[in-house]
Structures are given as C-alpha cells and as structure tokens.
Nanobody, 119 residues
Framework: QVQLVESGGGLVQAGGSLRLSCAPS????????MGWYRQAPGNQRELVAS???????NYADSVEGRFTISRDNAKNTVYLQMNSLKPEDTAVYYCNANYYQRGARFEAWGQGTQVTVSS
C-alpha cells in the first residue's frame, strides 16, 4: 500500500510563496495522476491542481496563474509552487495519487499539511 508524505506547509503573509512536496513510500507500484486538494473549515475538499504522468495539468480557476504543479516522475514526487498567496488560500492541503499495484488500481491520500495565509 502506498503512503504519501507531504511537506512544506506553514504560515505566510499575503503575497508570499510556499512550495509543497509530496512523495510516496513503498514499492512495487506505478503512479498515474497526482494532484493537490484543499479543504478549508466548513468547506468541502476541492481540487487545486492535478498532473497526469504525461504532465498534462489542470488547475482550479481560483489558483490559475498563481500556482504551478510539477512532478519528478523518476522520484514519483509532485510539487505545488504557490505564489501570490491570498488569505482565502488558507486550508489543509492534501496530496492525492492514483496508482496501479499488482494489476489493480488504487487511490492514496496524504495526511494533509496546513497552509495559513495572513492578511
């Protein structure tokens, strides 16, 4: 079973930047799509950005032009560069991965990392 380990959250002032990283632990798997979701208090979890193994990316309208998702396929690592952060970006950010293992398809979630943007 794949476990995703996130890092890079924290507290930043509005207009600042943060970079999130996510890497899987385990072996014997092949990762397909990786992405980042976020959930603010009282809100549903929403997609922030995703990237296929061919690096086709998709962004939420609210972060388009400010956030960039990238991945290192050799390391199965995905990054989220967040620039021009706004207070409304405050949320717990979760890494997500769809992967294949022993011929079956699975989905994994990270434990979440807090991002807080102060005004």
């Amino acid at each position: 079973q794949v476990q995703l380990v996130e890092s890079g959250g924290g507290l930043v002032q509005a207009g600042g930047s943060l970079r999130l990283s996510c890497a899987p632990s385990g072996s014997g798997f092949s990762i397909n799509t990786m992405g980042w979701y976020r959930q603010a208090p009282g809100n549903q979890r929403e997609l922030v950005a995703s990237s296929t193994i061919g690096s086709i990316t998709n962004y939420a309208d609210s972060v388009e032009g400010r956030f960039t998702i990238s991945r290192d396929n050799a390391k199965n690592t995905v990054y989220l560069q967040m620039n021009s952060l706004k207070p409304e970006d405050t949320a717990v950010y979760y890494c997500n991965a769809n992967y294949y293992q022993r011929g079956a398809r699975f989905e994994a979630w990270g434990q979440g990392t807090q991002v807080t943007v102060s005004s």
